[in-house]
């Protein structure tokens, strides 16, 4: 990998040294547990986020990063789409590793789908609540920290259904073209601080949350016709997404959002 210095280039290895990440919904061998392995590999220390009810791998994840003898990491349990769960889980990491460089919004829920007016207002309610309110809290409660700092990186990550339209789907789709919008603000609107907001949108990923597709042949198969790369992606391969967002290799990106879908949506507007 290289880096510009002073016009030149130079030979640069990706180092997150001294900073200080929170990851949520960490548990699992899905995206979050991923992104957290990763930045911990190259250096952060991690406060892995999730639900009560996820707290046993939540452990066994941060056991493992903890293994490796790089950033460490520390487990916290929290609701959120509650304000008052996110402000303990931001004060928790700023008293752990003395501030907050690093967020990534990755908790979401996907609610058996309905179309508009079939969908009840609760559910409603719990998918904007946990898939965009939860965004919007670690953002609003981490941004103080970072801009006293004079730098941070927030990262959401959306989905490409934010780009594509499937019948049945408006709520979640609708949450996460929401978060990435989210993102746009935050960078017009929090600008001379060296803070950056970006986007990650995945297609199909294989994880606990897509396994009655990529399980299911018949579904499997005609899921495959619409991707180019013609499978579904590893988590580690959208953890390198991240990670390369939140690196000094992107330094001038910012607003934005990456669409890793395999090709799924090429050709759309983004």
Known sequence: ???????????SKISLRDQSAIVTGAAGDGIGGK?????????????????????D?????????NALE???????????????????AVTKSVTHFGTIDIVINNAAIHIHSAPIGELSDSKWEKMLS??????????ECALPIMKEQNHGNIVNIVSDSAFDVFAGEAAYGMSKIACLKM???????????????????????KTALTKEFWDNP??????????????????EEIANVV???????????NGHCIVADGGRCAGNPV
Do not use: W
């Open 130 to 139: 946990v898939n965009l309110h939860g965004a919007r809290y670690f953002a």
């Open 35 to 55: 992104v957290a392995s990763l930045l911990a590999l190259h250096g952060a220390n991690v406060n892995l986020v999730d639900q009560l009810e996820a707290k």
């Open 218 to 235: 018949e579904y499997l198969n005609d899921a495959l016709q619409g991707i180019p790369e013609g499978r579904f992606a590893d988590p």
């Open 243 to 253: 990670l390369f967002l939140v690196s000094d290799l992107a330094s001038y990106v």
């Open 70 to 88: 790089c950033g460490n990491a520390i487990s916290t349990v929290a609701d959120v789409s509650n304000r008052t769960a996110v402000e303990e």
């Open 57 to 65: 791998k939540l452990d066994e994840i941060c056991d493992q990063i």
């Open 1 to 11: 990998m290289t880096e510009v210095k002073n016009g030149r280039l130079s030979e």
């Open 183 to 205: 993102i746009a603000y935050l960078a017009k609107e929090n600008p001379g601080h060296g803070i950056r907001f970006n986007s990650v949108a995945p297609g199909y990923v």
